[in-house]
């Protein structure tokens, strides 16, 4: 079974500063990787995604993640965040061998506070 | 816009009554799935269906039903609710292959008194 964990729940950082978000994740197999982002009152929306290839993928909106298969991690990161980026994150796996359906797995959240 | 459309966008519900929520996607996706959102405990699969006139269950399918008549409709019914089921639920859609990215509609939000 594959399993996403973000361990930081909530992340307050400065506006401008830069800003790490953590993902770590476990499964069997090779996987798919995205990060969602989540605005008050909206559903969540795909920011990037991993799939084969380079394995730093960057947003429109200056994000990045990097795959590191090693460490099974795809922690997401800017340089310089702006008042906008105020939001929650999610992290999520998808099981290219799960048999019926496509099975994501989704991380628990961290809620990005941008202080001004 | 191309999307998802939930309704209704929150809902008040008392205990024992019968409630369906309502989902329309207009990107002609052949899957499309519930989910529920809690707090500190992420998205959860509810049902999921991978074309029309197919359905399954997802990791918490007890009180929940779904059916799929066409693509674009995948309404979700609580038969009797329980305040356990108070959440905010989310409908998304894909292409429905395994690299596909998930879209979202703006959820309903559900208290169960």
């Known amino acids: 079974a594959q399993s996403v964990t973000q361990l930081d729940s909530q992340v307050p950082v400065f506006e401008e500063a830069p800003v790490e978000l953590r993902c770590n994740y476990s499964?069997?197999?090779?996987?798919?990787l995205f990060w969602y982002v989540q605005y008050p009152n909206q559903g969540l929306q795909l920011l990037l995604k991993?799939?084969?290839?380079?394995?730093l993928v960057k947003s429109i909106n200056g994000f990045e993640a990097e795959f590191n298969k090693s460490q099974t991690s795809f922690h997401l990161r800017k340089p310089s965040v702006h008042i906008s980026d105020t939001a929650e994150y999610f992290c999520a796996v998808s099981d290219p061998a799960a048999q019926g359906y496509q099975k994501v797995t989704f991380g628990t959240g961290t809620k990005l506070q941008v202080i001004p | 816009i191309a999307g998802i459309t939930q309704a209704p966008t929150s809902q008040i519900l008392a205990a024992g009554r019968r409630m369906t929520l309502r989902c329309t996607q207009d990107?002609?996706?052949?899957?499309m799935y519930w989910y529920r959102q809690d707090l500190g405990l992420g998205l959860r699969l509810i049902h999921y269906s991978n074309t029309a006139g197919t359905t399954g269950k997802g990791e918490v399918p007890d009180g929940y039903s779904v059916s799929r008549a066409n693509t674009d409709d995948f309404p979700l019914t609580l038969a009797s609710a329980v305040p356990s089921q108070t959440s905010v639920y989310f409908c998304?859609?894909?292409?429905?292959?395994?690299?596909?990215?998930?879209?979202f509609g703006n959820g309903t939000r559900l208290t169960v008194t």
């Open positions: 499964s069997s197999v090779s996987v798919y």
């Open positions: 990107m002609r996706h052949n899957a």
């Open positions: 998304a859609s894909s292409a429905g292959t395994d690299n596909s990215p998930l879209h």
């Open positions: 991993y799939l084969s290839g380079s394995t």
